[in-house]
């Protein structure tokens, strides 16, 4: 019984995740998304592939397309671009998310022991001294969704997770 509730709530999660792709955007949206895959999908199996790519920039005047740029592209789907991951990638440009391991690393530097927890105040007087200075009520509006402890600690890798995937409180 146990591991039946366990597993679904996995394809819960795993269906919120993948669905999550799908809010970012209106249906018209996605729809010119589609049409855009269709394009570029040149041998129509549901998976954009180097020589997809290829084809595609043949299309537009663009011949000779070296190896290594196209396999970078390719790699930034980690894995097979299937129509929800060119979505996914998509959504990260327009709506300007850093991937999630960017963003954990970024919070790392703040973490000197790996412990996985930056302190509220010590990170609330960076955002709002260091390089894109943050306002008082910018912070207060990070900090909404930011998991803190009672200590006052901010767990960065939920946050990073909220921040990539976004919040489940959100959701529901």
Do not use: W
């Not at 570029?40 to 005047?61: P, S």
């Not at 290594?68 to 299937?82: D, F, R, S």
């Not at 850093?98 to 927890?117: C, R, S, V, Y």
Request: hydrophobic share 35%; aromatic share 10%.
């Amino acid at each position: 019984m146990a591991s039946k509730k366990a597993a679904a709530k996995r394809g819960k999660t795993a269906q919120r995740g993948s669905s999550n792709v799908f809010s970012m955007f209106e249906q018209s949206q996605i729809q010119e998304f589609k049409e855009a895959f269709g394009c570029i999908d040149q041998d129509r199996d549901g998976v954009i592939k180097k020589q997809d790519l290829k084809e595609t920039y043949a299309q537009l005047g663009k011949l000779n397309v070296p190896d290594e740029e196209l396999e970078a592209m390719l790699a930034e789907g980690k894995g097979p671009i299937n129509f929800t991951v060119f979505l996914t990638l998509f959504g990260e440009k327009l709506n300007g998310t850093d991937p999630e391991e960017t963003i954990l690393n970024a919070f790392k530097l703040f973490d000197p022991n790996g412990t996985g927890f930056v302190n509220k105040d010590e990170f609330k007087r960076l955002l709002m001294n260091q390089a894109d200075k943050f306002s008082s009520q910018e912070v207060e509006q990070a900090f909404a969704v930011a998991p803190i402890d009672v200590s006052g600690n901010i767990d960065y890798k939920s946050l990073c997770y909220i921040i990539t995937h976004g919040d489940e409180k959100e959701e529901s």
